[in-house]
T-cell receptor, first 114, second 114 residues
Framework: GAVVSQHPSRVICKSGTSVKIECRSL??????MFWYRQFPKQSLMLMAT?????????EQGVEKDKFLINHASLTLSTLTVTSAHPEDSSFYIC??????????FGPGTRLTVL | TQLLEQSPQFLSIQEGENLTVYCNSS?????LQWYRQEPGEGPVLLVT?????EVKKLKRLTFQFGDARKDSSLHITAAQPGDTGLYLC??????????????FGAGTQVVVTP
């Protein structure tokens, strides 16, 4: 149980375009989902907390207009990287909570901006 | 901000040896989770410890939560090449406005050579 999926697993885009990443909880309802980014050989950095039906809460230093988060249902949250630039290239990972404070992570999305 | 210090950052050992990874903080956590992450994948939950002094075993892995719930350790007995990966500890805070949010350690890269 507690499976989280992400789509796509890899995406390559041109600078200036927008990219949408989906995060789904497959076998449970997630009232809260989290979005992280991870640079090579580093730990996870929390970007934002996403609650179903409400606005996301962003961590300090994360631009909310650049990283748009929508949590329209209890099983789906999306992260849209708008006007992507090469410095946005990273590994983006989502996680979901199922009733407790244990987070279950998706497999991640590798974004490369050319 | 509750900071989690994880040590060592890197550990290279031979198959059959034992190893211990430490996770320390000056703050109290409601729970602490250990994850293992392999390259290009999301973190996979190994264990959640909740009670001070708790010890949990998962085959050759032993997890301990400090009595004061400020620190934790992961001990691997007779390590195997399949244990290679990035080990992350993550603590859940006590504050109600941070429910569900995790503070991650920097990670310990473990390499087990045959």
């Amino acid at each position: 149980g507690a499976v989280v999926s992400q789509h796509p697993s890899r995406v390559i885009c041109k600078s200036g375009t927008s990219v949408k990443i989906e995060c789904r909880s497959l076998d449970f309802q997630a009232t809260t989902m989290f979005w992280y980014r991870q640079f090579p050989k580093q730990s996870l950095m929390l970007m934002a907390t996403s609650n179903e039906g409400s606005k996301a809460t962003y961590e300090q230093g994360v631009e909310k207009d650049k990283f748009l988060i929508n949590h329209a249902s209890l099983t789906l949250s999306t992260l849209t990287v708008t006007s992507a630039h090469p410095e946005d290239s990273s590994f983006y990972i989502c996680s979901a909570i199922s009733g407790t404070d244990t987070q279950y992570f998706g497999p991640g999305t590798r974004l490369t901006v050319l | 901000t509750q900071l989690l210090e994880q040590s060592p950052q890197f550990l290279s050992i031979q198959e059959g040896e034992n190893l211990t990874v430490y996770c320390n903080s000056s703050s109290v956590f409601s729970s602490l989770q250990w994850y293992r992450q392999e390259p290009g994948e999301g973190p996979v939950l190994l264990v959640t410890v909740v009670t001070g002094g708790e010890v949990k075993k998962l085959k050759r892995l032993t997890f301990q939560f400090g009595d004061a719930r400020k620190d934790s350790s992961l001990h691997i007995t007779a390590a195997q090449p399949g244990d290679t990966g990035l080990y992350l500890c993550a603590g859940a805070g006590l504050a109600t406005d941070s429910w569900g949010k995790l503070q991650f350690g920097a990670g310990t890269q473990v390499v087990v050579t045959p």
